[in-house]
C-alpha cells in the first residue's frame, strides 16, 4: 500500500477514535444521570440506597445548650435577665422507619421513630448538672391567662402556690429533657385532660423520645425524579391546618432527610419540618469540598422567620413580634411559645438588647445543609433552633412579680450529623472516581484520535510533495473544501447505497441525539438549553462524520465494510 492510501487509512482510524471520544464526552453524562435515577428511586430493589433511606447509617447527635438564669431574684423584680449558655449536653440520635407501605399512585407511607441516648464523653457535663430556666407552667400559663377575669387569674396564683410552682426552676439537664414529677401537672392531666400535650412527666423534650413524627406519605421517585421524597401528606392532610394563610399552611418540600438530584445553583432546599409546624426553605450559599466530594452549602435566608412587617408572604405565620421570631402558639397548646436561630441570629438586633449573654454568630449559630448536587444527598447537616419563652408581669398572678416583657431564651439545640467511613468512600469511588476515570478516557481518545490524524495528513502531503507537478497547497484546499462540501450532500442522498463505515457513525449520532433529547429522568429533561446545547455539539460531529471522512475515504479507494 502506497503512503497516500496508508495515509487516507490513519486519519480514518484517528478520526473513528476521536468521534469515540466524542461519543464518551456527551453520551458518558447521560449513563451516569441514568444510573443516579435508578439507584435513588425508593424500591427495595435497590438494595444498598433502600437501606440507607429505611435506616438512616449516619450518626445523628443532638446538641443541647441551656441558658441558665444568674439573676433570677432580679429578673422577678424587672430587671434586665443575665445568662450564661451551658452545655453542650450530647445526645446520639438513632432514626428508624417502620411501618412502610408503599401505594399505587408511586407514594410510601412510613412512620420514623426517633430515640435519644446520652454521650458522656461528648458532653461537659452529666445530666445530673443543675441549671436555672424560667417555669414554663407557670410564666407560660399567666402570659395566656393574661385576659381573663380578675378572680380567675387570681385562683390561679392561688393553685400555683398550692402547688409549690415558682416562677423558675432549679431542675437537673435531665429532668428538664425528659420530664420531673410535678403535683401541678398530675393535677392537671386528671381534671383538664389535654390541656398539656402529654400526659406523663412533664419535660421540654418528653414528645421527642420513643415517638414518631407524624404519618409521612412521600413520593417515590417512580414517575418522575424530579417528586422523589416530596412530601405528599402528612398525617393524612395535604395542607396544614395552624396558620392564616392558605401558603404557609402548604406542605412543601421533602421531609428534610433527602432531596432530589441534579441541583443547580438557583435550587432551593424546601422541607416541612413537624417541630416548627411549618414548612422550611433553605438557599444557596457557596460550593464546596467535603472529602473529596463536591457539594453546595444551603443556608436559612433572612427572611425565614421574618415578621410580616419585614415579608408579606410571613404574615400568615403572625401574631408577629419582631423579625427573627416564629410563633409557634398555633400548634403548642396556644403556649406563648417562639422558635428562632441560637441567640437571635439573623433576628432583630432590639432582642439583644433585652437579655444579656448573647453574642450570635453565623459559625456557631447558623444554619446549613450541605448537599451532593448530583443525587441530592446530604453529606453535612448542621439544624440549629432556638427555643424562647414570652414572659411579662401580669396582675393577679403575683409570681409573675415585676418581671418586664421579654422573649426570654431557654435553650438551643443543634442536631447534626455527616456522612464517614465506608459510605464516604462509596460515594467518592461511584461519584467521583468513575466520572473522573471517564473524562479522562474521552481525552485519551480525542488526543490519540487527533494526533493520528495529524499524522496521516502530513503523510499524505508529504508523498504528495514527491509528484511531478504538484498542486499549489491553496488550490489544494479550495478543491477539497468544495469537494467536502458537495460530497455532504451526495452522501446523504445515497447514504443507503453506500455502505461506509461513516454511516455506522452517522446511524449512531442520529440515534444518540434522539435518545438524548427524549430521555426522561434526568437533569437535562429540566434544562432545555442543555439539550440544545448537546444536540448542536452531536451534529457537528455528524457533520464531520458524513463529509470529511467519505472524501478521504473515497479518494483513497480502500474497500467499503457494511455496518451490522
Request: hydrophobic letters at 40%; a negative charge.
Given at each position: 500500500m502506497n503512503k497516500?492510501?496508508?495515509?487516507?487509512?490513519?486519519?480514518?482510524?484517528?478520526?473513528?477514535?476521536?468521534?469515540?471520544?466524542?461519543?464518551?464526552?456527551?453520551?458518558?453524562?447521560?449513563?451516569?444521570?441514568?444510573?443516579?435515577?435508578?439507584?435513588?428511586?425508593?424500591?427495595?430493589?435497590?438494595?444498598?440506597?433502600?437501606?440507607?433511606?429505611?435506616?438512616?447509617?449516619?450518626?445523628?447527635?443532638?446538641?443541647?445548650?441551656?441558658?441558665?438564669?444568674?439573676?433570677?431574684?432580679?429578673?422577678?423584680?424587672?430587671?434586665?435577665?443575665?445568662?450564661?449558655?451551658?452545655?453542650?449536653?450530647?445526645?446520639?440520635?438513632?432514626?428508624?422507619?417502620?411501618?412502610?407501605?408503599?401505594?399505587?399512585?408511586?407514594?410510601?407511607?412510613?412512620?420514623?421513630?426517633?430515640?435519644?441516648?446520652?454521650?458522656?464523653?461528648?458532653?461537659v457535663g452529666n445530666e445530673s448538672d443543675v441549671v436555672t430556666i424560667p417555669n414554663m407552667l407557670v410564666l407560660g400559663a399567666a402570659v395566656m391567662m393574661e385576659n381573663m377575669p380578675f378572680a380567675v387569674r387570681l385562683l390561679l396564683s392561688t393553685t400555683f402556690k398550692g402547688f409549690e410552682e415558682g416562677p423558675f426552676l432549679n431542675k437537673s439537664v435531665g429532668e428538664l429533657m425528659w420530664g420531673y414529677d410535678s403535683k401541678l401537672v398530675d393535677f392537671l392531666n386528671k381534671w383538664f385532660p389535654g390541656m398539656l400535650p402529654s400526659t406523663g412527666k412533664f419535660g421540654l423534650f418528653s414528645e421527642f423520645n420513643n415517638s414518631n413524627t407524624g404519618l409521612f406519605t412521600v413520593h417515590t421517585g417512580k414517575d418522575d425524579i424530579r417528586l422523589i421524597h416530596k412530601v405528599n401528606s402528612w398525617n393524612g392532610l395535604t395542607k396544614l391546618i395552624y396558620w392564616k394563610t392558605p401558603q404557609c399552611n402548604m406542605l412543601n418540600g421533602t421531609a428534610g432527610q433527602m432531596w432530589p438530584p441534579f441541583m443547580t445553583k438557583e435550587s432551593t432546599l424546601p422541607f416541612y419540618s413537624p417541630d416548627a409546624c411549618r414548612s422550611l426553605e433553605l438557599v444557596y450559599q457557596r460550593e464546596g469540598i467535603m472529602k473529596g466530594i463536591p457539594l453546595y452549602r444551603f443556608v436559612a435566608p433572612t427572611t425565614m422567620f421574618a415578621n410580616g412587617s419585614d415579608y408579606a408572604p410571613n404574615e400568615g405565620f403572625c401574631p408577629c413580634r419582631q423579625s427573627?421570631?416564629?410563633?409557634?402558639?398555633?400548634?403548642?397548646?396556644?403556649?406563648?411559645?417562639?422558635?428562632?436561630?441560637?441567640?437571635?441570629?439573623?433576628?432583630?438586633?432590639?432582642?439583644?438588647?433585652?437579655?444579656?449573654?448573647?453574642?450570635?454568630?453565623?459559625?456557631?449559630?447558623?444554619?446549613?445543609?450541605?448537599?451532593?448536587?448530583?443525587?441530592?444527598?446530604?453529606?453535612?447537616?448542621?439544624?440549629?433552633?432556638?427555643?424562647?419563652?414570652?414572659?411579662?408581669?401580669?396582675?393577679?398572678?403575683?409570681?409573675?412579680?415585676?418581671?418586664?416583657?421579654?422573649?426570654?431564651?431557654?435553650?438551643?439545640?443543634?442536631?447534626?450529623?455527616?456522612?464517614?467511613?465506608?459510605?464516604?468512600?462509596?460515594?467518592?469511588?461511584?461519584?467521583?472516581?468513575?466520572?473522573?476515570?471517564?473524562?479522562?478516557?474521552?481525552y485519551c481518545f480525542l488526543g490519540l484520535g487527533l494526533a493520528t490524524a495529524l499524522g496521516a495528513v502530513l503523510l499524505h502531503y508529504s508523498g504528495k510533495a514527491t509528484v511531478k507537478d504538484p498542486v499549489n497547497g491553496s488550490d489544494a484546499h479550495k478543491q477539497m473544501d468544495t469537494f467536502i462540501m458537495n460530497d455532504t450532500g451526495r452522501f446523504q442522498a445515497d447514504i443507503h447505497t453506500h455502505p461506509f463505515p461513516v454511516y455506522c457513525v452517522y446511524t449512531f449520532f442520529l440515534q444518540v441525539t434522539h435518545e438524548h433529547e427524549l430521555r426522561p429522568h434526568t437533569r437535562h429533561h429540566?434544562?432545555?438549553?442543555?439539550?440544545?446545547?448537546?444536540?448542536?455539539?452531536?451534529k457537528s460531529i455528524v457533520f464531520l462524520s458524513t463529509a470529511v471522512v467519505p472524501y478521504f475515504i473515497r479518494r483513497s479507494g480502500l474497500p467499503m465494510f457494511v455496518c451490522v
Open positions: 497516500s492510501k496508508l495515509a487516507i487509512g490513519l486519519f480514518v482510524a484517528g478520526t473513528l477514535t476521536a468521534v469515540f471520544g466524542l461519543v464518551i464526552l456527551f453520551v458518558g453524562p447521560i449513563i451516569i444521570d441514568d444510573q443516579i435515577v435508578k439507584n435513588l428511586i425508593i424500591d427495595p430493589k435497590n438494595e444498598m440506597s433502600y437501606t440507607m433511606w429505611k435506616d438512616v447509617p449516619v450518626p445523628f447527635f443532638m446538641s443541647v445548650y441551656f441558658f441558665n438564669i444568674l439573676n433570677p431574684t432580679e429578673v422577678l423584680a424587672g430587671e434586665k435577665p443575665m445568662v450564661e449558655q451551658r452545655g453542650p449536653y450530647v445526645y446520639r440520635k438513632r432514626l428508624q422507619k417502620q411501618n412502610i407501605t408503599f401505594h399505587p399512585n408511586d407514594t410510601v407511607s412510613y412512620l420514623e421513630y426517633r430515640s435519644y441516648f446520652f454521650e458522656p464523653s461528648m458532653s427573627g421570631l416564629l410563633n409557634v402558639s398555633s400548634c403548642r397548646s396556644n403556649a406563648p411559645v417562639f422558635i428562632s436561630q441560637p441567640h437571635f441570629y439573623n433576628a432583630d438586633p432590639v432582642l439583644l438588647d433585652y437579655v444579656q449573654g448573647l453574642q450570635p454568630t453565623e459559625d456557631e449559630h447558623g444554619l446549613f445543609i450541605d448537599i451532593h448536587p448530583e443525587t441530592g444527598v446530604p453529606l453535612n447537616v448542621s439544624i440549629r433552633l432556638q427555643l424562647n419563652l414570652y414572659m411579662k408581669k401580669v396582675s393577679g398572678i403575683t409570681e409573675t412579680g415585676k418581671i418586664s416583657e421579654v422573649v426570654m431564651p431557654m435553650i438551643w439545640f443543634e442536631e447534626n450529623g455527616y456522612m464517614d467511613g465506608a459510605i464516604v468512600k462509596t460515594f467518592h469511588t461511584n461519584l467521583v472516581v468513575l466520572p473522573m476515570v471517564m473524562v479522562y478516557m474521552q429540566a434544562h432545555p438549553y442543555l439539550i440544545y446545547k448537546h444536540h448542536y455539539h452531536l
